[in-house]
Nanobody, 122 residues
Framework: EVQLVESGGGWVQPGGSLRLSCTAS????????MSWVRQAPGKAREYVSR????????KYADSVKGRFAISRDNDRNTLYLQMSSLKPEDTAVYYC???????????????RGQGTQVTVSS
């Protein structure tokens, strides 16, 4: 059974940083593209970032480019999202997803994990 467990969210002031983690099990993590998506209350799910199996390809949504960094540790079956210079509009529940997600398919994705809440406010 595929399991994805996100953690690391919390409350942070604008300009602050957080590091999200996603621990995967039940599939071959090292053979899988991985992605982060997010959903704010009352808004559509939004693509955030994706990373290839060996981390050679990393892509970001324009809204987070230059502020967020995706990475992975295949030995630990863990995906990360380092978030810096956080803005109130980054407030959302963040989910990790198995596969290469982009903005054209993100609304069709049903995240398996419970997500981790990120709240950016003063």
């Amino acid at each position: 059974e595929v399991q994805l467990v996100e953690s690391g969210g919390g409350w942070v002031q604008p300009g602050g940083s957080l590091r999200l983690s996603c621990t995967a099990s039940g599939f071959s993590f090292s053979d899988s593209y991985m992605s982060w998506v997010r959903q704010a209350p009352g808004k559509a799910r939004e693509y955030v970032s994706r990373i290839s199996q060996e981390s050679e390809i990393k892509k970001y949504a324009d809204s987070v480019k230059g502020r967020f960094a995706i990475s992975r540790d295949n030995d630990r079956n863990t995906l990360y999202l380092q978030m810096s210079s956080l803005k109130p509009e980054d407030t959302a529940v963040y989910y990790c997803v198995r596969g290469a997600v982009d903005s054209t398919i993100v609304t069709a994705i049903i995240p398996r994990g419970q997500g981790t809440q990120v709240t950016v406010s003063s």
